[in-house]
Every structure is written in C-alpha cells, then in structure tokens.
C-alpha cells in the first residue's frame, strides 16, 4: 500500500505549477472570460512544448509516454489556476477515444497532433436539455453522412476532429471522427456561465463521417472514456476547490472587521474548516480513482464515479463557500472569487451532471460492488 | 500510487488471517455482525470477560497493541500492519472496544510520561487485557473548555508527600469496570486555569472513588459520574511536573483524536443494504433517484473517509507525523451517521418510529440515530473540531480567550451579573 504520488510526480507537479504561475494568472483567465477568444493559444502551446498534453499518449504517438497519474498531478495544477484551454475535450476525452477505440490509422493520424497542440479534439453528444442517455440521440449517420445538431459541445467551436454519437442505419449508437472543417459542419459560440470554457452548437448536414471503434458499440465506448475523462476532470475540480479554500482562507486572514481578522470568529473558521473537509475527502477518493484508473483495476467504474462526485460537491462547496467568506467584496467583478464559481458549475454539469453520476454511482455498487465504498 | 497489498503486506495478511480464522471465538461472529449500534457487542456472554479472553489470546500470540513496543507487551509492528490487522480483525475487534481508551490513550500517555519503572509495570497487563483503563478528563463545568475543570489535589499534611483528591468528574466511558484511571486535576488556582493542571494514574479500587452509571438518551449506560472524597493518591503516581498537567493532557488528547476517528465507519453499508431490500412505490428503493443522490453522497464520504485515514496511515509508514488533520475522521463520520440514520428512517415511513425486532436490521439505524448525538460531542465537539482544523491546518487566529491570563479562581462561573 501506497496512497502517494511518487517523488518523480511531485516534481512534475511543482514544474507544473511553476510554468503556470507564469503563464497562467487571473490576467489571462480574465482576457478569456471578456475577450473574443475562446481558449488562450499562446498557454496551450506552452503546455504542449512542456509535454504535458501528450504526458499519458505512448511515445509512438507523438506523446511523452508517461502514464495517467503524471495526467492526473497535470490536470490538478490546470484546475487550480482555471487554465482557459481545451484540455479536457482534446486529451481527457478525444485523445482516449482514439487511445481506446481508434484504429491504427486514426491514432498515427490524430495523436500526434493532439500532443502537440496543433490539432484539437471535442467530444460531441449532448443534444440540449437533459441527462445523457444513448435513446435522446437523434443525430444519424447513413451512408458514411452525418446529420443532426449537437449542443453544447465543449471547445467545439475550435475543435479540428470532433468524435461525435450518433445512431446508425440500425439505430445503435456508434461513434464517428469528423473533421470541423468539412463540408456540412457548420458551428457557433454560445454563451455559457463560464466563457473561460468555450461551448458551441455544432450542425452537421451531411458531413463526412469516418466510424470510431466496433459499429453499435459507441455507449460503451463512451461510458469507459466518460468514466476516464471523469477522473482527470476530478483532480481539475479539487485543484479548484483547494486553490478557492486558499483564496478564501488568505482573505480571513487579512481582512479585519469589529478589530479582528474575519477568520478569528468561529462562524468564518468553520466555514472554512468544513470547506477543507470536503476538498480533502474529495482529494483522497481522486487517489483511489487515479490508481484504479491507471492500474485498470475491476473497481475502476466505481472508483471514477466517486471520484468524480466527490470532486464535483467539493469544488461547488468551496467555490460558493469562498464569495461566502469574502462578503459583498467576493461578488464583484474585481475578485477572483466569480472565476472559480462559474468554473466549479460548469464543470458539475460536465461529463453529465452530478445527479446523473451519483445514480451511476449507486448503480455500479449495486451491480456487485456495495462493499467496496465500506 | 498503489492501493494494493506488496507481496510482504499480502503475506503478512496471509498470517493473520489464518491466525484469526483458528483462534477467533467464531461461535460470537453472527452476534457481533448483528450487534446494536453503540452497545457492547454481545448479550449472550459478559462482554467484559469475553472481550478480555479474546485480548489474552491475542497478546499470547503477540498480536496485542501492534502500535506498542515489545518491552511493554507490544507487537511493534508497521502502521501498515496494524491497518491489515484491524481489517482482518473485522467484527471481532468490536469485542475488545472495552480496552479502546486503555490502548489508544492511557498507554501512550503513561509511555511518555511515567517512569520506567511504572511502564513496565503498567502497560504489559494493560496490553494483554488483565486491566481496564479509563480517561477521567470531563467535568460538569468543563468539557470542551477542558482546562476549566474543579477537581482538586492538595498535599496531604501528613508529610507522606501523597496528594488528596476532591471533586467530581464526567462522562468516563468504561468507569464501572476500570481498575486504574488517568486524573487530571488542579493543583493551583492562583495562577491562569492551563498552568494549574497536575495529572496521575489512579487505582480506581482506591478507597474514596464512587462510580455511578449515567443513563443516556438513548438508554444505555456506557458514560458514568466518578466522585472523589479524600482520596490519596502516592506522589510517585504523578505523571510530568506539577503544573504540567495540561502538557500531559495533550498527549492523550492527540491520541484520542487519531485512536477515535480513524477507520470509523458512518454506516454506509447497511444503509446500502436497506435500500436494495425497502421498497418506494412497490420498486426497490436503490431505484429511486432521489434515494440514489443520497446515497451516493454517504457513499463518497464512506470512501473519503477510508482513503483519507489510509493516506495518513501510508504518511505514517514514510516517517511523517500525524497532524490535527486526522481531526476529520469524526467529524465527518459523526455528522453522517446522525444524517444517515434520519435518512433510514424517513425510508421507513410511519414504521420509522418503532424501535424492535421488527425494525430493519435489528432496528439498527433506530440505535444509531439515538447514539449519534453522543459522536457528535465525545472526545471532542464538531465545533472544537472544525476550531482544530481551522487554527492548526488553516493557520487562523486563535478565539480570543479572555481568561487566559485570569487567575483560575478569579474566572467568572456564572454569566449572570452579580
């Protein structure tokens, strides 16, 4: 037994936190949040020469050949400082699908340039309203043509190759790669609660469409790359939840109010006290996900789904919890505090939302699995 | 990262568990597993004199107070070992719960503080189960404000050098069947109340000592009243300096926190196993999702719990200390049994009221709902808790405390004006 990263991993982290302490302040979140941009090139690159987008891509695909949990002390880092980059649809989820399902082809096609930044990848299948469900799929391809709208598709407004869901002549899901820059795909921005993570409406008439893995077996391939991309997107949402404790926790103790720094009263302290509890649990439930994740354990679809709720409530916890602790000061503009708020819901809703995971949770453990939660 | 056994831990695991499978009193399991929530395990047999059969056996076999040194009956094993151990004890650890404070407090408090002497003496029967340890820490007028606390210890002025002790103390888990106690007293009340403190180890059989069984809310009577009239205590029982006490405290204090909240258990399985067997609408209840939300939510603060107390089990194997970061293991688990348990019962609809052998599971969620209130205070309040968290992990300033430099007999006691 175990439960750390190893020596070699918190040096990742810490060069990490480093390059992104540089490159990555609120300044840059914020130029995303009100320019016309919907991710920060300059920064993606630079993850990218850093090597951290292909950490967990073999060497023979143009990655680094590291394994998931380097991805996991990367994608923590990421969540703490809100990169404004798509790497959670390019690698936590494009990169995998192809990783998992693609043929020889697709990978030596797309995993090269997915490392190194100079393509990017989104994962196509809401289609509005309502929980992921492979029967609300309308999207249809027939005779390699792809129709249907899908909405919202994270970073799919700047995405080159989208994996989309859609239903065969046969009516079964299977997934497809189609190129943004075909004929028949047409794509707009759309307002979201947080611009720093771009969302598109993506239409395809008739676009190509080039199947990803086995005919009819998309939802399946899909749980297990939701499942993955579940827990690289948890270690993000606890590298938010800890960094908004810290925020929150630097203000009480600056901030003075009736002759006394505001974390001196108990009913500050306790807030914060109860925040640490959750982005602590959730921390400790993302090292179980993480090793079964990478050990490809059996208990691996119940240790992302804790994983992921886990994380999801402690970083909607301590987002909410930090504008709490700062006052009418954590509801303006000028703090940070609204950056992480808008983040911790975006993310909830991401992957499928958190009531949705909570009922796969229960389910998983009730297919044979109860006492591993004990 | 590895959430798995090493070849030597799966090894080793292989030794206890066929040592436990040729030793354990098997014919108690089904009682054990079945046990109502906060009660001593069994009614078949005297639980005391099982459980300390079953740590007889154990320390015959080296297999008592794994954290201990050998020299004082110990098992000196890893922290990794005494995880794997407790986990292959399984139900049968709840048949020793009696020797809970002797192992987890008074021992590591009596191995920093007593002399050599005394530690060989003391610990080797209290590791082996010959005797039974308990706190005598609260007070009526001081529980979370520990430090208040009445009773006192003056010199007897019969030149023995003995001390006499008068006072009452609260909430001793354990009293009525304990044969030593750590006492903490006050020894000086003319100076701020931390810096008045002097603690000992008590014979509980001593002439003076009155042990009366309090009845708790939810029936049982686990908590107990311990009273003092002129009892003598021998100087050489006298752990750290006069005035020390309060630093002696603190050691057990510590332990307290880690022995307690570690490995605690919020009832998540049983919840999970009641919800496959209730039904909502004629359909099993696991199937509704408002039931699901629930208890995934339980679910993942079950499994936070666990890997949060196995990270710090693992940091304890590097050589790390632990910290008030363990404060979190009951605070958690305290909070989620009582919400939990008020969950059972709402599934349970009218029926939820009726605590008998009817009720789901013995009426275990029934017992655990009246017992929680009571995890919720012991050995520590929520509050102090989350004050412990929030000072000595988030470094926030301390309550401002306005007796600290009051003499402890000028410090008001009532919060009416005079």
Redesign the interface.
């Known amino acids: 037994m175990n439960l750390d990263f190893s020596d070699e991993q918190k040096q990742l982290r810490e060069q990490v936190r480093r390059f992104l302490s540089e490159n990555c302040t609120s300044e840059t979140v914020r130029s995303i949040l009100e320019g016309p941009e919907s991710y920060d090139k300059e920064l993606y690159q630079g993850l990218a020469e850093l090597g951290v987008l292909g950490a967990a891509i073999p060497e023979e695909y143009g990655g680094v050949g590291l394994t998931h949990l380097e991805l996991c002390v990367v994608a923590e880092e990421l969540g703490r400082v809100l990169a404004p980059v798509p790497v959670s649809s390019s690698i936590y989820l494009t990169a995998e699908f192809l990783m998992l399902a693609g043929s020889e082809k697709q990978k030596e096609t797309w995993l090269p340039k997915l490392a190194s930044g100079e393509a990017i990848g989104a994962f196509a299948f809401a289609e509005g309203q309502g929980r992921m469900a492979p029967a609300k799929i309308k999207a249809t391809v027939s005779g390699g043509k792809l129709s249907g709208t899908k909405s919202p598709v994270a970073d799919g407004d700047v995405a080159d190759v989208l994996v989309v869901a859609a239903k065969n002549e046969k009516g079964n899901v299977s997934l497809y790669l189609v190129e943004a820059a075909a004929k028949g795909v047409s794509r707009e921005t759309l307002e979201t609660i947080d611009p720093t993570r771009s969302q598109a409406r993506i239409t395809f008439d008739g676009a190509p469409a080039e199947l990803l893995g086995a005919e009819g077996d998309g939802w399946h391939i899909a749980t297990q790359v939701l499942d993955r991309a579940a827990v690289l997107m948890a270690f993000e949402q606890v590298g938010g939840a800890d960094r908004s404790l810290e925020i929150a926790r630097d203000y009480a103790l600056e901030r003075m109010a009736f002759g006394r720094p505001i974390g001196s009263f108990q009913a500050v302290k306790h807030i914060l006290a109860d925040m640490y509890v959750s982005a602590t649990l959730a921390r400790s439930n993302c090292y179980y996900g993480a090793w079964a994740l990478n050990s490809g354990a059996a208990e691996f679809p119940v240790a992302a789904a804790t994983a992921r709720v886990s994380a999801t409530t402690a970083f909607q916890h301590c987002a909410k919890n930090n504008i709490q602790v700062h006052g009418g000061m954590g509801f303006t503009w000028a703090f940070d505090c609204h950056l992480y708020y808008r983040r911790s819901n975006a993310l909830a809703v991401a992957l499928g939302s958190l009531s949705s995971w909570e009922s796969q949770l229960i389910e998983r453990m009730s297919a044979g699995n109860a006492e591993q939660a004990a | ?6 070849p030597e ?1 799966a090894a080793f695991r292989a030794e206890v568990r066929a040592w436990i499978d040729a030793n354990a009193p098997k014919h108690l399991e089904g009682e054990l597993k079945r046990a109502s929530f906060g009660s001593n395990g069994i009614a078949s047999e005297d639980p005391i004199a099982a459980g300390k059969a079953w740590q007889k056996k154990k320390a015959e076999a080296g297999w008592a107070c794994l954290h201990w040194p050998k020299e004082y009956g110990g098992g000196a094993r890893t922290p ?1 070992e005494r ?1 794997i151990w407790g986990q292959e004890e399984g139900p049968y650890a709840a048949l020793t719960g009696v020797f809970t404070i002797g192992h987890g407090m008074c021992g590591p408090t009596v191995m920093s503080w007593a002399s050599e002497e005394h530690k060989r003496e003391l610990l080797p029967p209290l590791a082996s189960g010959e005797t039974v340890w308990c706190q005598l820490f609260s007070e009526p007028a001081s529980g979370s404000d520990l430090a208040g606390l009445r009773t006192r210890a003056v010199k007897a002025d019969d030149g023995s050098g003995d001390w006499i002790i008068n006072g009452q103390k609260i909430w001793t888990s354990g009293a009525q069947y304990s044969d030593w106690g750590l006492l903490i007293t006050r020894t000086n009340p003319d100076v701020p109340k931390h810096k008045g403190l002097t603690m000992f180890f008590l014979n509980m059989k001593s002439p003076g000592v009155e042990v009366r069984p309090i009845k708790q809310a939810n029936g049982q009577s686990s908590f107990n009243e311990v009273y003092f009239t002129d009892v003598r205590i021998p100087d050489s029982q006298r752990l750290g300096e006069v005035g020390q006490g309060w630093e002696v405290s603190l050691t057990t204090l510590m332990n307290e926190r880690l022995s307690i909240g570690s490995g605690m ?1 919020t009832g ?2 049983e919840l ?2 009641f919800c ?1 067997e209730a039904e909502i609408d004629g359909a099993p209840a ?1 199937d509704d ?1 408002g ?3 629930k ?3 339980f ?10 107390g ?2 710090a ?3 304890l194997s ?1 050589g790390e200390t632990p910290g008030p ?1 363990n404060s ?1 293991g009951k ?2 688990a305290g909070a989620a049994m009582q919400e939990l348990s008020m969950f059972a019962l709402d599934l349970q609809g009218e029926a939820g009221v009726l605590w008998n052998e009817d009720s789901p599971q013995q009426g275990r969620f029934q017992a655990m709902l009246m017992r929680s209130p009571a995890t919720r205070i012991e050995g520590g309040s929520d ?1 102090i ?3 412990i ?3 000595r ?8 405390r306005v007796d600290k430099n009051v003499a402890f007999k000028d410090i008001p006691t009532s919060g009416r004006k005079n």
């Open positions: 990262m590895d959430f798995k056994d090493t831990e990794i995880v258990s998540f399985p999970f196993r496959m696991v999702s039931v699901r939300s208890l995934a939510q679910a993942v603060k079950q499994s936070g719990l666990k890997y949060t196995m990270r089990i693992s940091a590097k970061e979190i605070l958690v509050e808790l989350r004050n968290i929030g000072e992990v988030l470094g926030l300033p301390g309550d401002i």
